[in-house]
């Protein structure tokens, strides 16, 4: 039988690893990986020049560690000197740590890993990045569970890292457009933030809703919009000229309506066309949105009804958040200006 290359049974060894990076639930405990590919889990208690000792296991020469990762996110990593090891505290609990082979430090408030992909949100600037797996040496979320490609890799990358709270932060690679992976996560956000109106627009259109309650409402769905001057189109079958409301107004509005009993149904959102960037630096999508109306009246009885197709307008633009105490820019997608395209019976 022909014998594989060498470097071909690297690869094939390296997207093993891949594969057990891509679908590992990672460890909540302390683990130890020695030279010999072996994984030995056990309390790691304490580590002097020679060894690092276990509880209930048999001690581990420094010459056989490869790297040590406790339950809390702390790694442990061989130096060069003196046989001796460091440690990297896992001091900040807030984010999740992405160290890369290049031994770059990545905080993300979110990581997804999709088809040999590792995408997360940088807490730095807010935007979206995608890495492949391959360039991932180690993730450590901030529950202290990991997820790692191959321990001696990951080591390798440590070696370079000063520590775990000192992090780099990618540019996005144009500031002209979003890439693709960014319109895909702010498409869902709009989306999601599309239904959170929908559901305040039903707490405000209930009669018997709690009026705390529906306060509470206006002021969530005042919070998904990009700011209070946003209007929003009213038309009705019974009039041929349209309403313009503030949000605020439009909300309170729809709290005071005329009826015994109000529903409101969003139906069919969807995209119409992709967010793309404006002469003011900020960027702009449309949603599609068809509503049913229907109004009632004392005895439950419908006494106006219609469907309107609306479009909501959204906009994608960077907001400052205090961290520990430093001014962090970050980007997350609002909702803007709601017009009617045409409004007819059912």
Request: aromatic share 10%; hydrophobic share 40%; net charge neutral.
């Amino acid at each position: 039988m022909t014998e594989l290359p060498t470097d071909m049974i690297k690869l094939k060894f390296r997207l093993l690893m891949l594969c057990v990076f891509l679908f590992s639930k990672g460890y909540a405990q302390d683990v130890v990986y020695t030279q010999e590919g072996k994984k030995v889990e056990g309390k790691i208690k304490t580590v002097n020049t020679t060894q690092v000792l276990l509880e209930s296991k048999q001690p581990i020469n420094l010459t056989d560690l490869v790297i040590g990762i406790k339950a809390n996110g702390d790694v442990l990593i061989p130096t060069d000197k003196d046989a001796a090891c460091r440690w990297l505290v896992n001091e900040d609990k807030q984010y999740h740590k992405i160290i890369t082979v290049n031994a770059e430090v990545f905080a993300a408030e979110k990581v997804d890993i999709i088809n040999k992909k590792v995408a997360y949100q940088d807490y730095l600037n807010g935007r979206r990045f995608v890495l492949d797996a391959l360039e991932v040496a180690l993730i450590i979320y901030n529950n202290g569970i990991y997820k790692m490609t191959d321990p001696q890799i990951a080591r390798k990358s440590l070696e370079k890292v000063k520590d775990l709270k000192t992090y780099t932060s990618r540019k996005p690679v144009s500031s002209i457009e979003l890439s693709p992976e960014e319109q895909d996560y702010f498409s869902r956000r709009a989306r999601k933030k599309t239904e959170a109106l929908s559901l305040y627009l039903s707490i405000l259109s209930d009669a018997k809703a709690d009026e705390l309650y529906q306060d509470d409402a206006v002021t969530q769905a005042i919070g998904l919009f990009v700011d209070e001057d946003r209007l929003v189109e009213v038309t009705s079958l019974n009039s041929d000229s349209a309403r313009y409301y503030k949000i605020d107004q439009y909300l309170n509005h729809i709290r005071m309506l005329p009826y015994s009993r109000v529903e409101i149904l969003w139906n069919q959102i969807a995209y119409i066309n992709q967010i793309k960037r404006a002469a003011d630096g900020n960027y702009y999508g449309l949603i599609s949105i068809e509503q049913i109306f229907r109004g009632f009246n004392d005895e439950n009885r419908v006494i106006y009804e219609d469907v309107t197709r609306k479009n909501l307008q959204v906009v994608v633009k960077p907001y400052n958040q205090m961290i520990d105490g430093k001014e962090i820019q970050k980007w997350d997608v609002f909702l803007s200006d709601i017009g009617v395209q045409n409004t007819s019976s059912l």
